[in-house]
């Protein structure tokens, strides 16, 4: 308008300089578009604004991106030391335990931390929540006129648009000069045909600038920005708060989770000295303990001894074992055996022999006697041509 329109008219007023009739037409279209100048003059320009808002959110996403990537973090942290944890009480580890009590500590802190860090942000958020619309007219106050900013707040249907009034006269001032362009293609340009490109080109710029206002009118309508506001506002109070919960309640979760690893600690460590201390108490000849067995291992006997015990079922024991024919008292176990028939009415038969007890054999079946007579009198041979006296 300022631009485009004033060389055109310049131009037609020297081509029409004859005709003081056209002359008034073009001064009534330049008071025309000197309306339509006032009037989007007027309009709010909200450069400050949106310059901080824009701050605003590439400042939210810049922080809500490494709040993502630390908590992500956390919870592998979490995971390792839980793995840690775990493997250090199944191998009886006292490295993995010490190395499991400082990770603990440190999530234990972290954590803390990162429980305070919601709980700030969860009662800053729900302080904006509880009147948005009053924080945004203090914040927008002195940049805004407040009947603008409570006309895309609210946006009823009974609130009229502020910008009615620059919209109104900005269209009437349009359809006002585009009828008298019009009357001048009709009437002035048969008598001046110089002054086509210029009426022609100020018909086009009225017609741009006529979509332009209708773009312009869709713009500034509140339901636009009034929905946007809405859902930021769902995201923020609901969706926002309802995860910075969440979030809470695990780092809630993990701190307990962590106080309670550490002060378990101190009571598996003593645990697994007193395990040793038991284990050290047991006598290393014993062929159960598995210091002995470590210890046998490394160190093998000075000769082999051979088994005097069948594992296998008594039809093995019997066929496998050939006693020599040798003429061997067995009073002591005949004894027993009668013993055991007066108490408890049947002699008990075991397959397995006894060897290298102190206390007198359990019952046997007249096969396996024999067999136990011949391998303990083999055995007291064998140690007897070993160790001479």
Not at 1 to 25: C, W
Not at 36 to 64: F, K, M
Not at 262 to 282: E, L, M, N, S, V
Request: glycine share 6%; hydrophobic share 40%.
């Amino acid at each position: 308008m300022k631009v485009d329109l004033e060389q055109h008219l310049a131009r037609l007023s020297e081509i029409f300089a004859a005709r003081g009739d056209y002359i008034q037409t073009l001064k009534f279209v330049q008071q025309m578009a000197g309306n339509v100048i006032v009037q989007l003059s007027g309009l709010p320009v909200w450069r400050e604004v949106t310059t901080e808002l824009t701050d605003l959110a590439d400042q939210t996403g810049y922080v809500e991106y490494y709040r993502w990537l630390s908590y992500l973090l956390l919870f592998i942290l979490d995971l390792v030391i839980c793995l840690v944890a775990c493997l250090g009480l199944a191998r009886r580890s006292r490295c993995l335990l010490v190395s499991m009590l400082c990770c603990g500590v440190l999530g234990l802190f972290l954590s803390w931390t990162s429980l305070a860090a919601d709980s700030a942000a969860a009662v800053g958020t729900s302080d904006f929540c509880s009147a948005p619309d009053t924080f945004i007219l203090n914040i927008t106050e002195g940049q805004i006129r407040t009947e603008v900013t409570r006309y895309y707040l609210y946006c009823s249907q009974s609130r009229s648009s502020p910008f009615q009034q620059a919209l109104t006269v900005f269209q009437r001032s349009l359809t006002t000069m585009q009828i008298q362009v019009a009357g001048l293609l009709q009437f002035a340009m048969p008598l001046f045909p110089t002054a086509e490109k210029d009426l022609l080109g100020i018909q086009l710029l009225l017609n741009s600038s006529e979509s332009s206002l209708h773009q312009l009118t869709a713009m500034l309508d509140c339901r636009g920005l009034h929905k946007d506001y809405l859902d930021a506002l769902a995201g923020i109070c609901y969706d926002g708060i309802e995860g910075l919960l969440y979030l809470g309640l695990f780092s809630l979760l993990a701190a307990l989770a962590f106080s309670t690893m550490i002060c378990a600690g101190p009571r598996a460590w003593k645990h697994f000295t007193t395990r040793d201390r038991d284990y050290d108490d047991i006598d290393s000849d014993d062929p159960f303990n598995p210091q002995a067995r470590r210890i046998a291992a490394h160190n093998p006997p000075r000769g082999q001894l051979r088994s005097f015990c069948s594992y296998s079922s008594g039809l093995g024991s019997q066929t496998s074992l050939q006693p020599p024919a040798q003429t061997i008292s067995n009073a002591p176990v005949s004894e027993y055996m009668n013993q055991a028939m007066l108490f408890g009415g049947n002699p008990r038969y075991e397959n397995v022999p006894l060897i290298g007890r102190g206390s007198p054999p359990p019952t046997y079946s007249p096969s396996m006697r024999a067999t136990y007579l011949s391998v303990a009198d083999e055995h007291l041979r064998h140690y007897g041509n070993e160790f001479p006296a």
